[in-house]
């Protein structure tokens, strides 16, 4: 069972009070009037075509801040998870992990769980141990591109996976710019006109290409075969064995 609906008991309340979930809740309360209209009963029919993608539009900026919530939500239960166990949320809600957690509150399955997961370690902020204060996300820029409602769950995902998949053969300086390069894609100011008014936003396709090609450039022999990378070590070995 998971808290809200008596799950963990009394001993999942306390501490600071989150003024994002009254928002969230009166958000819910305008959806639920909306999804009860009669336009929408009437599945829209009549509206005219313009009418039609704004809806889209619109319902897409709200669709991407609620992942922004959800990704930032899960990384830090993710953080406490790995603290002490009276620090833990998942076991205290009566889950396994934080996926356990995810599929049971969001009602999804499990590799959309998981999937806010690996949005969430690209984008978390740690504390720094000495001082408390927030240190950079591993992915500051499109962090704060998801927050600001421009990229979904899916287009986090798409812009990081290549990168992430590199590992240690880019450089943090150069993994820094390639996050910046992005975020303004996905912003469109990469294509920005001449007044400085942001372009396109790039599809999903669009931004992954854009992630394989920087990938490509600061990654040029991608990663070596096992058996080349044993064999030059063994040739590179000095001494008895």
Not at 84 to 110: F, I, K, N, Q
Not at 156 to 175: E, F, K, Y
């Amino acid at each position: 069972m998971i808290w809200g609906l008596n799950v963990g008991g009394p001993g999942l309340n306390g501490g600071m009070t989150s003024t994002t979930t009254p928002i969230l809740e009166q958000v819910s309360a305008l959806l639920a009037g909306a999804c009860q209209s009669g336009e929408m009963g009437a599945g829209f029919d009549g509206l005219p075509a313009p009418e039609l993608v704004q809806l889209l539009l619109t319902a897409g900026v709200v669709q991407r801040r609620l992942d922004a919530v959800i990704t930032t939500v899960t990384g830090q239960v993710d953080d406490r998870d790995h603290r002490l166990s009276e620090e833990r949320v998942s076991p205290r809600a009566g889950c396994r992990d934080v996926t356990d957690l995810l599929r049971r509150t969001l009602r999804v399955d499990t590799r959309t769980a998981r999937r806010y997961g690996t949005a969430a370690q690209a984008v978390h902020r740690d504390r720094s141990p000495s001082s408390g204060a927030f240190l950079p996300a591993r992915f500051d820029a499109l962090g704060a591109a998801s927050r600001d409602g421009v990229l979904s769950v899916t287009g986090l995902l798409a812009a990081t996976r290549p990168l992430v998949a590199a590992g240690n053969r880019i450089r943090a300086a150069d993994l820094a710019a390639a996050d910046r390069v992005l975020a303004d894609a996905a912003r469109g100011l990469d294509l920005a006109s001449a007044d400085g008014d942001p372009g396109p936003a790039p599809t999903v396709e669009e931004l992954a290409a854009l992630a394989e090609h920087i990938v490509r450039v600061l990654d040029p022999d991608g990663k070596e075969p096992d058996d080349d990378r044993a064999n030059r070590n063994r040739g590179l070995t000095l001494g008895r064995e």
